[in-house]
């Protein structure tokens, strides 16, 4: 069974109260899982790194075998593709927690994409901060 997974993570201040979001569709473009969570203090790229570790741990328990991941964060994603380095210490653990999950799937793809196009995940990261703040 093959997902997409929309992440965003972000914080209000660098760092400050964070949260992710994260919507789950199948393959007819359904929406089968959200994840809207507060996450405490981080900075926006552990956010959207914590996003992601949410969004792929709930596209597992929900039985995919291949994943699409979208995200509007061009550095975790170029980090992932290995076109960046991970350099802050902090997001180490999570670049590795991360790499360790995606063989889980089958096959995998990540995708890079503006802001405007990620709207639904990043209103769950908005909706988890205003509940929480």
Known sequence: ???????????????????????????????????????????NNQAEY?????????AKELGATEVSVVMDSELVIKQLKQEYKVRDKNLGPLFIKVWNLLP???????????????????????KALDSAV
């Open 50 to 58: 914590h996003a992601l570790i949410a969004g792929l741990q709930s």
């Open 104 to 126: 889980e799937f089958k096959k995998h793809t990540l995708r890079h994409v503006l802001r405007h196009k990620n709207k639904k995940a990043d209103e769950l990261v908005n």
């Open 1 to 43: 069974m093959k997902l997409t997974i929309y992440t965003d993570g972000g914080a209000r201040g660098n760092p400050g109260p964070a949260g992710i979001g994260a919507v789950i569709l199948n393959d007819k473009n359904k929406i089968v899982k959200e994840i809207s969570r507060y996450i405490g203090v981080a900075t």
